[in-house]
């Protein structure tokens, strides 16, 4: 029993980590960037409208399939913390609320959707059947203690100043990144039935309920995305056209 309960620590020890890394960009997103734009003097309703950009966390079963097929969990992980690392340096070299700004933060809601698709295939995958009920706690506890640490950000804005700040936010996802590699590595794959993206479309496309909110889930980034870049003024029609795709 000694080795068994040793190698649960050990996958409880990696959970930690890697919900931590989950969590951390999460409050990135709904705690910090709120209060940073409204020190910039950005209008409280163009704040509001950021928060769709958070429809990536929902949306992220669209290409999570890509992800688990190709494997290489931790690759993703390591990939895709450096990206949102290098999302945020950005941020911390910009000083207004334009559509530079926008991408960044669309670029970073998506890279963190994807770093859940990697850490929840991979953690599936460490675990035994009967092992779950406890991963599972562990994960929302330190998801949940990412979140909280993003706060730390708040902090540091008044101590190294709001660029400063998103910096270290920066380094430290960075290095969450590198930590990942470190994990226990992937179980080899079995036997895996062919996957591709077009399949999963396909599956959206019978379902009239996944097709309908694929529908006003594209709507909604549209509205969102010309709400920032003012399209409908550059695209005749464009509302137009847009509600003609979708009927």
Known sequence: MQPHSSLLRS????????????????GVFYDVLPVYFRQL??????????????????????????????RHHRRWMFGVDFAMGGCLLFLAAQSGFGPPVWIAIALLTFLSATNDIAIDGYTIEMFDRQELGIANGVRIGFARVGILAAGAVLILSDLL??????????????????VCLYAPKEQPGGIR????????LRGILHDPRALGLVIVLGLGTLWLI???VKLALRIDHLWEYAFAVAA
């Open 41 to 70: 003097g950005v209008d409280l309703r163009e704040i509001g409208f950021l928060s769709l950009l958070g429809l990536a966390w929902t949306v992220k079963f669209l290409w999570a399939p890509a992800v688990d097929h190709y």
């Open 226 to 228: 010309d709400r920032a």
């Open 11 to 26: 996958k409880l020890f990696w959970v930690g980590i890697l919900y931590f890394a989950q969590g951390f960009p999460f």
């Open 161 to 178: 100043t709001w660029p400063g700040a998103f910096v270290a936010a920066a380094v430290l996802i960075a290095a969450l990144g590198v």
């Open 193 to 200: 039935k062919p996957l591709t993206l077009g399949r999963e």
